[in-house]
């Protein structure tokens, strides 16, 4: 998914998700979820973070990531 960000115009987007395999939409909901995901790390209370073998900092650097970065 790196070469998305690459592309100057949306016709080369929209090869490169056609080339993958993806739809705008489907490209659109893992966005969507990548970005609910990230804003529940920053939330997340220590014992919960512990539990899933991540570090406060660990969780922040995640959470700092752009939606489109995997």
């Known amino acids: 998914m790196s070469d998305y960000a690459s592309h100057g115009n949306f016709e080369s987007y929209a090869d490169a998700l056609e080339r993958d ?13 990548r970005w609910q ?7 997340m209370p220590r014992e919960r973070l512990d539990d899933i073998g991540m570090t406060r900092e660990e969780a922040l650097r995640e959470a700092a990531k752009p939606f489109w970065r995997a």
Request: aromatic share 4%.
């Open 21 to 33: 395999g993806l739809t705008v939409g489907a490209l659109i909901v893992k966005w969507h979820a």
């Open 37 to 43: 995901n990230r804003r529940a790390l920053e939330e």
